[in-house]
C-alpha cells in the first residue's frame, strides 16, 4: 500500500510534535524515518497507526483517503504497528497473546489457532514456544510476537518503532530479513529510528524529521555525514576513545559467585585499575545485572570477594558501599534510577541531604539549579522527572551523582538515548575516569562496548570470561562469545 | 464421630459456604476486569435485606433474588462508573459505599428484623444424591448451591476457553493491549463489574434466604471483606476462590464441632480462630511465591506453585484513558 501523509499537524499544549508533515511512502519498501528523540517521528508514526488523531492535515492510502479512530480502526485498515516497548498481555501466554484481538467466535480455538501461529513462525524463522508466559521473554522475542501476531491480523504496513533498542544481534538480524522479505512480499514497512547504522543497513529510502518538521529525504546507499547533518543540524561526530587507565589497582574482584531465584552465575574474577572502563558484554539476562548489583552492594554474593581500594566491602551493608563511593545506575530510569511524582529538587534532597532532619531547601535549590545547568538538563528544579524526557532523564541521574566515585557501574547507559546525548554521556564517563573512578556498564550494543571500553567481560547464559582487551577485538568475535562459543 | 455426622458437617459446610463462593466469583470477575469493588460487604448486606423483604412482602422467592441481585449490580456500578467516567478512587468510593450501604440495610430494614419468612427448598439430584459419600454430602442441597457449582465451573470454562474470557483477563493485565486490539476496555469494565455485583447481590440474599434465615442488624457478620480476601487468597482463579469459601466455612464449623470436645475454652476463641487462621493463611500467599519456594524441598516446587502464586491482575484498580 502506498501512503501519502500530507500537511500533518500536531500540537501538545504548547509543543508542536508535528509541524507541516508531509511524507510519501512507497508500497513494497522498507521506509527510515530517522530522527532524535523528540523529533516528532513517534506522534507521526501514532497519527498514522490510530492511536492519535492529527490537529489538520490528512492521510491518504493508495490515493483514499485514510479515517482512523482507534488502533483498531487502523488494523482493519491494514496499518499494525510494533512499539518499542511491545504492547501485549505479559501475564498472558504466548498462544493466548497471539489469539487475544484474532477471531471473533466464542470458544477459543487452540487447536486452530496454534497451527496458524506454527505455520508463521516457521516461514519467518520465529522459535517461540506457544505455553510461555509473555512476562518471562525477551524484548526481541516480545517482538517477535507482536510481528507474528499482526501479520496474522493481515496487516499491509507494518511501522516499527525503535525496535533494535534492547534486543541482541541474533534478534536483530532475524527481525531485518524478516522485514526485507515482507517487503519483497509487497508490504510496506516503515521502520522508525534514531540509529543511523540500522537505517542504512535496511531502508532504501530515509526521510529525517527535526524538531517536528521534515528536514528532507534520501536515498540508499546514505551518505552517513549528510545524515547526520540533517538529523542535529550540524556535525556531531565522537571523539575517539583515550584510555584513562592508571598502573594503580583499584577494584578487585575474586569468583565472585551471584545467584537469583532464575540463574546461577559462574564465578568471575576480574582487577581493575583506577580510571578504567571495563564493558559488560552479552545478551540481557546473561547474568550481567546480578554480577552489577553485587558490585554495587544491592544483592549478597554467595560467595566470593569484592575489594575496592584495599577496603574488603564483600556483602557489606549497602550504606557502607555509598560511603566508600560506589555508585549504581540501573538501565530503567523511571523504575529504579528516579522516583516517579517527586522533582528534581526533590532528587537532590534524597541524595544529598541524607543526615538531619527538616530539609534544607534553599540548598536543594541551590545544588539542583547548578548541577542542571552543569548537566544541560532541559527542565527546571521544579519539574517531575517523569516529565523529562528520556534523555534529560539520564542527564539527571547522572547529575545527581557524587562528585568522587570510585566505582560508578552504568547498565545500559545510553539506551534510549539519541546519538548527541549518547556522545554527551560518554564525555561525562570518561572524565569521570580522570579521577580515578571505574567504571563497568553492561550494554547489548557492540559499538558501545569497543567503542568506550579498556577491557571487556563477556556473559552468557551465566558464565563468564576472562576480561580480554577491547582494542584486541573483532566484532565478530565477539559476537561469537555472546553466543556462548570460545568462552 | 461416626461417618454420618462427618457427611451431614460436610453437607452443612457446603450450604454455609455457598453464598461465600458467590461473592467470591462476583469480585473475581469484576477485579479480573481492573475494577476494585470494595463495597461488597456493604452490598451484601443491604442485598441480603432487600431480598428478603421482598421475598417476604410478595411471597416470591424468584422476586426477591432478582431485587437483590439488581442492588448488587447498581452498587457495583456505582463504583466502576465513578471511577471511570468521574476520575474517582475505587478504593475510596467503595470504602464509603460500604458504610453507607451497611447503615442504609439496617435503617429500611427496621420492620423485617426476626420476621419468620420464605427459604428455599432442598432438593435432592435424583441419581446423584445416592452415590457413595459425596452423594448426600453435595447434591442434597437447595437449588442455589447447585446453581453455585455451575458457576464456578461456567466462569472457569469461561476465563480459560471462551475468546470473550480471554479478552477479559487481559482488560484487566494490560489494558492499553487490549484497547489496541479492538477491546472497549471500559466499557467491558463496566459490564463485568455489573455482572460481579449481581452475583455479590446474590450473595446476600442466598444467606438471608437460604442459610440463616430472615434479616437482623448486621445479619451477614463481615462475609463481604471475607470475600475480598478470599478472591486474593485464591489467586483470582474461580476454583481456588470457590475452595477458599469452603475452606473458610468449614473452619468455622470446625469451631463449633470443637466447642463441646473443649468446654474448657472460651467459645471466643473458636468464633475468632477462623478470622485468624485465615490470616495466616493470606500472610502465606502474599509472600513471594519465589520465596516460598526456595525455602521448600525442591519437589514440592510445583504444589507450592499451584497453589500460592498469585496472579494480582497488573491492571486491577488502575483506571484507562481510552484514547
Same mark, same amino acid.
Given at each position: 500500500m502506498k501512503i501519502e501523509i500530507q500537511g500533518i499537524n500536531k500540537s501538545f499544549g504548547a509543543v508542536?510534535?508535528?509541524?507541516d508533515v508531509s511524507v510519501t511512502v512507497a508500497s513494497g519498501t522498507i521506509h527510515g524515518l530517522l530522527g532524535e528523540n523528540g523529533a516528532g517521528k513517534t506522534t507521526l508514526m501514532r497519527i498514522l497507526s490510530g492511536y492519535l488523531q492529527a490537529d489538520s492535515g490528512e492521510i491518504r492510502v493508495d490515493g483514499g483517503r485514510l479515517e482512523l479512530h482507534s488502533p483498531a480502526d487502523a488494523i482493519g485498515q491494514g496499518i499494525g504497528m510494533l512499539h518499542q516497548d511491545p504492547l501485549?498481555?505479559?501475564?498472558?501466554?504466548v498462544l493466548d497473546n497471539f489469539a487475544l484481538g484474532l477471531h471473533r467466535g466464542f470458544w477459543q480455538r487452540r487447536g486452530r489457532i496454534q497451527r496458524t501461529f506454527f505455520n508463521l513462525c516457521r516461514r519467518f524463522g520465529v522459535q517461540l514456544?506457544?505455553?510461555?508466559?509473555?512476562?518471562?521473554?525477551?524484548v526481541g522475542e516480545r517482538q517477535q510476537l507482536e510481528l507474528v501476531r499482526l501479520l496474522a491480523l493481515g496487516v499491509r504496513v507494518v511501522i516499527l518503532d525503535e525496535?533494535?533498542?534492547?534486543?541482541s544481534e541474533p534478534q536483530k538480524r532475524l527481525l531485518f530479513e524478516t522485514l526485507h522479505r515482507l517487503a519483497e512480499e509487497g508490504l510496506t514497512v516503515i521502520f522508525v529510528s534514531h540509529k543511523l547504522e540500522d537505517v542504512e543497513m535496511l531502508c532504501s529510502v530515509a526521510t529525517v524529521l527535526r524538531a517536528g518538521q521534515v528536514v528532507g529525504e534520501l536515498r540508499a546507499p546514505f551518505d552517513r555525514e549528510r545524515l547526520v547533518e540533517m538529523m542535529f543540524g550540524r556535525a556531531v561526530v565522537a571523539p575517539p576513545f583515550a584510555s584513562r587507565c592508571t598502573?594503580?589497582?583499584?577494584l578487585d574482584i575474586q569468583s565472585l559467585v551471584v545467584e537469583s531465584s532464575r540463574m546461577r552465575m559462574a564465578p568471575a574474577s576480574l582487577k581493575a585499575c583506577a580510571g578504567e572502563v571495563i564493558g559488560l558484554a552479552g545478551l540481557?539476562?546473561?547474568g550481567q545485572r546480578l554480577f552489577m548489583e553485587a558490585c554495587a552492594g544491592i544483592r549478597k554474593a554467595q560467595s566470593g570477594h569484592l575489594v575496592i581500594d584495599g577496603v574488603d566491602?564483600?556483602?557489606?551493608r549497602y550504606r557502607d558501599y555509598l560511603d566508600q563511593g560506589v555508585a549504581y545506575v540501573p538501565a530503567s530510569r523511571l523504575e529504579e534510577g528516579l522516583v516517579r511524582g517527586l522533582s528534581v529538587r526533590e532528587h537532590f534532597v534524597l541524595a544529598r541531604?541524607?543526615?538531619?532532619?527538616?530539609?534544607?531547601w534553599e540548598a536543594a535549590e541551590q545544588v539542583a539549579s547548578a548541577r542542571i545547568a552543569e548537566y544541560s538538563?532541559?527542565?527546571?528544579?521544579?519539574?517531575?522527572?517523569?516529565?523529562?524526557?528520556g534523555g534529560n532523564q539520564q542527564r539527571a541521574l547522572l547529575s545527581l551523582?557524587?562528585?568522587?566515585?570510585k566505582l560508578l557501574i552504568l547498565d545500559h547507559?545510553?539506551?534510549?538515548?539519541?546519538l548527541g546525548s549518547g556522545i554527551w554521556v560518554w564525555q561525562q564517563l570518561h572524565e569521570r575516569c580522570l579521577q580515578g573512578t571505574v567504571i563497568l556498564f553492561a550494554s547489548t550494543d557492540l559499538d558501545e562496548l569497543v567503542d568506550n571500553s579498556d577491557r571487556l567481560l563477556v556473559f552468557s547464559g551465566g558464565k563468564v570470561s576472562q576480561p580480554v582487551a577491547s582494542a584486541e577485538m573483532s566484532r565478530e568475535e565477539l559476537g561469537f562469545m555472546i553466543g556462548g562459543v570460545n568462552l | 464421630m461416626d461417618s454420618a455426622i462427618i457427611i451431614e458437617t460436610v453437607r452443612s459446610v457446603v450450604a454455609s459456604s455457598t453464598p461465600l463462593v458467590f461473592a467470591g466469583i462476583g469480585e473475581l470477575l469484576t477485579e479480573r476486569s481492573?475494577?476494585?469493588?470494595?463495597?461488597l460487604d456493604g452490598s451484601i448486606l443491604l442485598a441480603a435485606m432487600a431480598g428478603f423483604a421482598m421475598a417476604y412482602v410478595s411471597g416470591s422467592l424468584l422476586l426477591g433474588f432478582a431485587l437483590a441481585m439488581l442492588v448488587g449490580a447498581l452498587i457495583a456500578l456505582v463504583v466502576a462508573a465513578s471511577s471511570?467516567?468521574?476520575?474517582?478512587?475505587q478504593v475510596a468510593v467503595g470504602l464509603v459505599l460500604t458504610l453507607l450501604m451497611a447503615d442504609v440495610s439496617s435503617f429500611v430494614g427496621l420492620r423485617y428484623v426476626r420476621l419468620p419468612g420464605p427459604s428455599v427448598p432442598s432438593l435432592s439430584i435424583p441419581g446423584l444424591?445416592?452415590? +457413595?459419600?459425596v452423594g448426600t454430602a &453435595? /447434591?442434597?442441597?437447595?437449588l442455589l448451591v447447585y446453581l453455585s457449582y455451575l458457576l464456578v465451573l461456567g466462569v472457569w470454562i469461561w476465563l480459560y476457553r471462551t475468546q470473550p474470557g480471554l479478552r477479559l483477563r487481559s482488560i484487566g493485565e494490560r489494558p492499553e493491549a487490549a484497547f489496541a486490539r479492538g477491546i472497549p476496555v471500559n466499557r467491558m469494565r463496566m459490564v463485568y463489574t455489573g455482572i460481579g455485583g449481581a452475583l455479590v447481590g446474590l450473595a446476600g440474599a442466598s444467606y438471608s434466604?437460604?442459610?440463616?434465615?430472615g434479616w437482623s442488624?448486621?445479619?451477614? =457478620?463481615g462475609m463481604g471483606w471475607i470475600a475480598l480476601a478470599i478472591v486474593i487468597f485464591g489467586g483470582w482463579h474461580p476454583f481456588r476462590v470457590a475452595l477458599g469459601a469452603y475452606l473458610f466455612g468449614a473452619l468455622k464449623s470446625l469451631g463449633s464441632l470443637m466447642q463441646p470436645v473443649y468446654p474448657?475454652? +472460651?467459645?471466643q476463641v473458636f468464633q475468632a480462630a477462623p478470622f485468624a487462621l485465615m490470616i495466616v493463611a493470606l500472610l502465606l500467599v502474599a509472600g513471594d511465591a519465589a520465596a516460598i519456594e526456595r525455602r521448600? +524441598? =525442591?519437589? &514440592?516446587a510445583p504444589l507450592v506453585r499451584a497453589v /500460592?502464586?498469585?496472579?494480582? +491482575?497488573?491492571? &486491577?484498580?488502575r483506571r484507562f484513558e481510552q484514547g
Open positions: 508542536q510534535a508535528n509541524a501485549d498481555v505479559p501475564a498472558l501466554s514456544q506457544p505455553e510461555d508466559r509473555v512476562g518471562n521473554l525477551t525496535p533494535t533498542t534492547g534486543i598502573t594503580r589497582e583499584a540481557e539476562g546473561s566491602l564483600t556483602n557489606g541531604q541524607r543526615a538531619g532532619f527538616l530539609v534544607d538538563v532541559v527542565g527546571t528544579t521544579g519539574s517531575r522527572v517523569e516529565e523529562l524526557s551523582l557524587p562528585d568522587s566515585l547507559p545510553t539506551r534510549g538515548l539519541d | 481492573g475494577i476494585t469493588n470494595l463495597s471511570i467516567y468521574l476520575y474517582q478512587d444424591s445416592a452415590l +457413595p459419600w &453435595l /447434591f442434597s442441597q437447595n434466604l437460604c442459610v440463616k434465615l442488624h448486621n445479619h451477614t =457478620a474448657s475454652v +472460651p467459645t521448600l +524441598p =525442591a519437589r &514440592l /500460592f502464586q498469585h496472579g494480582t +491482575p497488573a491492571g &486491577l484498580g
